[in-house]
């Protein structure tokens, strides 16, 4: 049986204030990727999550962006690329000490917000970031978009790649995403991203915002956890998942390369 692992980007509170909802949506994917503490996150948030994923059996990974907690990691910033792989290392540890104190293991990790997008496009970035992955561990999978910078330089670097629809964003003919800020970047109806998930498992393709047919071999279909009614797009995902004859299968557990 075909299988696919179904993700979520989880642990993007701070202090008092909380993000989505993370039990829930831990209960129901095979996958997390957890914020940790420059976009989002806190050692108190970082600590629940690893433990909610070992509860779950989740698979659990890395989620490194921008030092902007105001701009939730989602404002481009020019940083120099030997700083910004530092900054990959730092939040890889601080993750991977949470892990390690509940002898939990880390399994991927992935580039958030505006740093996912311009490592995507920039092989110039993306490889110092992903040299600084494989340098702290290099048997993390890489968690990205297909066809993208990220996912080249990766192979390139020997690294394993599962490469993740993004189920609630819309893509561009170039298969980079669509700039959030752009009407339609963000599909918030449930129907629609069911239908596109459906058509990527019947199909191997995705229609972009202006109708570019997208053939994407993936091995991952994420949601935001922030995106309103993640947890009952999840559950309807789980079920078009199942329904369509495919698995559902962390990471770790399929043969991802």
Known sequence: ??????????GEGFGDYRLGDDAGLMALISSANVACGFHA??????????SLAKQHGVDLGAHVGFPDLQGFGRRRMQIEPAT???????????????????????????????????????????????????????????????????????????????????ADRAYQANG????RGTPGAVIHDLEQVSQRVIDLLKNGAVSAIDGTRLPMNISSILLHGD???????????????????VEIRSLSQQKVR
Not at 3 to 8: G, K, T, V, W
Not at 41 to 50: E, L, P, R, T
Not at 176 to 179: A, E, N
Not at 230 to 242: E, G, S
């Open 1 to 10: 049986m075909r299988s696919i692992d179904l993700n979520a980007d989880l």
């Open 176 to 179: 980079l995403l669509v700039p």
């Open 41 to 50: 996150g806190d050692a108190a948030i970082m600590a629940s999550s690893v």
């Open 84 to 166: 910004l792989a530092h900054f990959v290392t730092y939040q890889l540890g601080a993750l991977a000490g949470f892990a390690r104190s509940a002898d939990y293991p880390l399994t991927h990790m992935s580039f958030h917000g505006a740093l996912g997008n311009m490592a995507a496009e920039d092989e110039s970035l993306a490889r110092p970031l992903l040299q600084a992955v494989r340098a702290f561990d290099p048997t993390l999978i890489i968690s990205t978009t297909s066809d993208n910078a990220v996912e080249r330089c990766a192979r390139e670097l020997g690294l394993n790649v599962a490469c993740t629809f993004l």
């Open 227 to 245: 995106t309103p009614g993640a947890l009952a797009l999840i559950a309807r995902l789980r079920r078009d998942i199942v329904e369509s004859g």
